[in-house]
Each structure stands twice: as C-alpha cells, then as structure tokens.
C-alpha cells in the first residue's frame, strides 16, 4: 500500500470535519455573529464586505476539497465495480473499460441494457 500525500491526508481529515453537525452549528453561529454585529456596524458596506468575502473564499476551497472527496469516490467505486465484473461468471468484460467512452457510446450502451432489463422484466 502507498503513503497518502499530504493534501490527500488534509483533504480526507478537512472533508471529514466540514461534514459534520459540530462545523454546521459552528457557521450558524458565525453567521448569527455577523449579523448580531450588524447595528455596530451600521450595516454598512464594511460589515457586508466582511461576510461576503469569508463566504467566497470558504466556498472557492470547498470546491476543491468537494471535487477531490469526489473524484476518489468515484475512482473507489469504479475499482470494486470492476472487481465485481471481473469475478462474475459470464459478466461482460467490455464494461471493465466504459470510463474510455465517449459520450455517445455510453448513451447507446445505457439504451441496450434499459432494452436487456425490460425484457428480462417482462
């Protein structure tokens, strides 16, 4: 087995933590903090400025922690679904490769098998 990288290792911990009850009930409170500290401020353009800028830059790194919690999902799945394929008894091995199809042949692909399930069904 390979050793994780370092940003695999903070992805894995981050996502973790941003997911969870604690880190909600944090931004809540944050958020009635900011809002609470607005007739301090006189709800002017500063006190705006402030949530709106948190606000972006949480969300432009949560995009990349987002995509990247994804993508080794995705890969993940795609790993055991091949190994099911794989172990399966008259499973087809054309499935072992789709993530090298383009968009049509995985269209057309899709149509054969919701025909192969109907008949089966019916």
């Given at each position: 087995m390979t050793k994780k990288g370092m940003f695999e290792c903070a992805s894995e911990w981050l996502a973790d933590k941003a997911g969870s009850g604690p880190t909600f009930a944090l931004a809540i409170a944050g958020i009635v903090v900011?809002?609470?500290?607005g007739p301090l401020w006189g709800f002017n353009?500063?006190?705006q400025l402030i949530v709106n800028t948190s606000t972006t830059i949480i969300t432009f790194l949560m995009v990349f922690l987002i995509q990247?919690?994804?993508?080794?999902d995705t890969d993940e799945i795609h790993i055991k679904l091949d190994a099911l394929?794989?172990?399966?008894?008259?499973?087809?091995?054309?499935?072992?490769?789709l993530e090298d199809r383009n968009a049509k042949e995985?269209?057309?692909?899709?149509?054969?098998?919701?025909?192969?399930?109907?008949?089966?069904?019916?």
């Open positions: 900011w809002a609470g500290s353009d500063t006190w990247n919690t994804q993508n080794r394929l794989h172990a399966t008894q008259g499973a087809h091995d054309h499935l072992l490769s995985l269209k057309a692909l899709r149509e054969e098998y919701i025909e192969l399930g109907r008949k089966n069904v019916g």
